[in-house]
């Protein structure tokens, strides 16, 4: 068993730099099975859920050649296999785009329903209303396997009926190589559903209105390659901020792109952070108290969902009283139990947590029940007194790139050990 192990209490002062956005990167690595030529993919993160995505390229007959430590060449054009099965589907949740490039591709596809972090239910309903409308059948299979089918793929009108960021890109995937114009209204606007447009379009694909909420896709017969670079990830310097924040430090954060940040910039300045703004960078600085603040997951541009658990950990180091209401994921709040157990005073009541801030965190034994719960964790351990302990990592090994040297980089005492006999550790939380 590994986990982190943290002496609170320093500053991050310092320089980091920030990775390829996972969320983009698990849409692109995947959308290469459409392309006919070699790809090269530039800026990809080394995380686990990327590592995953490249194995089942693998498996369905890809080539996939490391380049570099962040570069990766695939080409599929091998590829035979329209099935995903069931022992790599599991571990990790974006596996539902291979239904998308699988169907675009070869009119079928077969992948179990997915893993991936535990955020309460999060169907897969609107991704099977939009293959449906472009003409495929889906029929779920006994052992959790999805198969969806079609004869032609025809361009069609998509409304989504309620907002999928997931769903959004699965449309895009199986509607890019469809005949005719696609338009998908109530589309999802991420940075990420962007920069998947972006690299298809450098293939060939004709979508426009990415970054809208009304995406009109026109399908094209053929798609070459292209070499093409991952933006940054958003989450990643995000949870960055807020860690220099909580932590009173002094860090330059590179290579991000500040408009994609805006909503969280503007909360850190309103809670008591001065946010500098430059080209590719952004300095987060704080030197005074903190001050209580009210947030509100919403979709893209109002705050991530992905940054609610770190946010509250900020707020519940500031004086008064924060809301933190979460309007996207059920079952978003696990992790409050254990920024109790380190002696925040949080309460939650549905999909409200009420945060009584200015309570001193101390070092516990705590577990990361998710990818940004345990982002969360790691930036309570920073700012506690004493020493914590973080048990299952391999969660926020699926979205972040060497946590524990970038932070060690800023200063801070975090160090991942290895614990052969883990009861010790299962008694004490």
């Not at 992905?306 to 809301?323: E, K, N, P, Y």
Request: glycine share 10%; aromatic share 6%.
């Amino acid at each position: 068993m590994e986990r982190f192990v943290i002496q609170g209490g320093g500053r991050l002062v310092g320089e980091v730099p920030i990775s390829g956005a996972k969320n983009a990167a698990v849409a692109i690595l995947t959308a290469t099975v459409l392309a006919e030529k070699p790809c090269i993919i530039e800026n990809v993160p080394n995380i686990r859920d990327v590592s995953i995505i490249l194995k089942i390229l693998t498996d369905i007959g890809a080539v996939v050649q490391t380049i570099d430590r962040s570069t990766v060449m695939i080409d599929t054009k091998h590829v035979q296999k329209a099935e995903v099965p069931y022992e790599m589907a599991r571990l990790y949740r974006a596996s539902y785009y291979f239904l998308g490039v699988l169907l675009g591709r070869f009119g079928r596809a077969s992948v179990a329903m997915p893993g991936g972090c535990d955020l309460g239910v999060r169907p897969i309903d609107l991704h099977i209303k939009a293959f449906e409308a472009l003409g495929a059948k889906v029929s779920l299979e006994q052992g959790g396997m999805v198969d969806v089918k079609a004869d032609n793929l025809i361009g069609t009108h998509i409304y989504m009926d309620g907002y999928s960021v997931g769903a959004t890109i699965n449309a895009i995937l199986a509607a890019v190589k469809a005949n005719g114009l696609t338009v998908i209204e109530n589309a999802g606007k991420e940075p990420h559903i962007v920069d998947l447009a972006n690299f298809l379009n450098s293939m060939g694909a004709d979508i426009r209105g990415a970054g809208t909420d009304v995406i009109k896709i026109r399908g094209v017969s053929h798609l070459g390659g292209a070499t093409y670079s991952i933006i940054p990830d958003q989450i990643e310097t995000g949870t960055f901020m807020v860690a220099a924040a909580a932590t009173r430090g002094n860090v330059l954060i590179k290579n991000v792109i500040p408009k994609h940040l805006e909503c969280i910039t503007a909360k850190l300045r309103k809670i008591g952070a001065v946010v500098e703004e430059f080209d590719d960078s952004i300095k987060v600085v704080r030197t005074g108290g903190l001050l209580k603040d009210n947030i509100k997951t919403m979709p893209h541009p109002g705050f991530p969902t992905d940054m609610q658990a770190q946010i509250t950990v900020l707020l519940a180091l500031a004086q008064g009283t924060s809301i933190i209401t979460e309007s996207i994921f059920d079952n978003r709040f696990r992790y409050v139990e254990h920024l109790r157990h380190m002696g925040a005073h949080i309460q939650v009541d549905g999909n409200i947590a009420i945060v009584e801030g200015g309570h001193p965190l101390k070092g516990a034994p705590v577990i990361a029940t998710d990818l940004r719960a345990g982002a969360a964790l790691i930036i309570a351990g920073l700012c506690a007194q004493g020493t914590t302990y973080i048990e299952d990592i391999y969660h926020i090994e699926r979205g972040y790139e060497d946590m524990e040297s970038k932070l060690c980089g800023l200063g801070a005492d975090i160090k991942k050990i290895y614990t052969p006999d883990p009861l010790g550790m299962s008694q004490a939380l």
